[in-house]
């Protein structure tokens, strides 16, 4: 009882932590680039290194976005807006409805929508109205979010030399099945599918989506959508949200969010699409709403985003906004496009860009994905990220980012090429 660390205990107590931290991987994915670039850095101050690595924007916010913004900043210096309605306002939850879902046919009522400050948050949070006992299922590689979320809630055991938690399953992403995998043989709670993929750039098909979905209905399993990319999506027969699929409002919960779409990574607007229909179990197999039991915790653990943003993300939907930020897509998506052309022609193994802003290239010479990290920083001096940070399977290949300027990516295609003697 009173043995090695535990001494320090007896002699002064402390608060015990939540030890399903203790299972989290060693530093988050980018933390650890963060650490190698600098260190690079500090070593070849002259080099001009070009960042193909986070996905985060680069182009600043539209203009219409801009104006919406100083308008309701002005606005709230003539009358008050406080605490704001909880799922959102009105304004920006009817241009949701008639622009992201009625345009494609589906129907999507007011108070199925939860206005947020972000997917990231909202994919992390959505878990803790599920039990605690809940199995879960990611497609691997993987958005790191939705693992290590579960992993803190304490719904994983320890992590394997591979970094594969016990008590998720993993679908292998692979070229086989286009990098979107179907459903498990065993029956499993909870889902995560995002597409347009992020990292693989990957995007589902209609009919792996009704795979999906026919599955989750056949075993009483939620699967919880990310739609964070869909305005990527070049081809317009592709589905864009989970609903266009038959069956999908008994058992699917959306996620979407304005940060890829319109710039707003900094800004932060997001929401999510809980249907009437979904709904989950209690131990004694009564039926309750999921959306009514997230109601309660958005209720009870936020307080609503704030007016002027909720404003900027309403003025995305006006036919300005709509234009300028569609130019912006397309401008990452010309990216996405001269860097999968580019890498691809010169004789890479490359995947996705065409629905998405992520190149998922294989390493070259069958190098590790952390070791063709090194190596790009070193010889080209061009920043990406290891696919393995993504999960096991994602190990061998290479996540490269289409967020950047035309005439950087330009230049990163001829040092990786160059660098690697293609
Ligand atoms: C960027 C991203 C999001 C968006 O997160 P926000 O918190 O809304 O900025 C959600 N899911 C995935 C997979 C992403 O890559």
Sequence with gaps: MFQGTRIVYVLRPMTQINENYQKLQAGYLFPEIGRRVAAFQSAHPEADLIKLGIGDITLPLAPAIVDALHAAVDEMGHEAHGYGPENGYAFLTDMIRAHDFEKRGVSIAADEIFVSDGSKQDSGNIQEIFGTGCSLCVTDPTYPVYVDTNVMAGRTGEADAEG??????????????????????????????????????????????????????????????????????QDPTLPHSIYEIEGARECAIEMRSFSKRAGFTGTRCAYMVIPHEAMGRTASGEKVSLNALWNRRHATKFNSVPYMIQKAAAAVFSPEGAEQTAAQVAYYMENAGRIRE?????????FGGEHAPYIWMATPDKLTSWDFFDQLLDRANVVGTPGSGFGPSGEGFFRISAFNSHENVDTAIDRIKKAFGR
């Design 164 to 233: 594969r938690y016990d008590g998720i399953v993993y679908l292998p992403a692979n070229a086989e099945n286009n990098f979107m995998p179907g459903p498990p043989e065993e029956r499993v709670d909870l889902i995560y599918l995002c597409s347009p993929n992020n990292p693989t750039g990957a995007v589902a098909s209609r009919e792996n989506l009704q795979q999906w979905v026919d599955w989750a209905q056949n075993h009483g399993s939620v699967i919880l959508f990310d739609a964070a990319y869909d305005a990527f999506i």
């Design 342 to 350: 580019g890498l691809g022609s010169a004789g890479f193994e490359v």
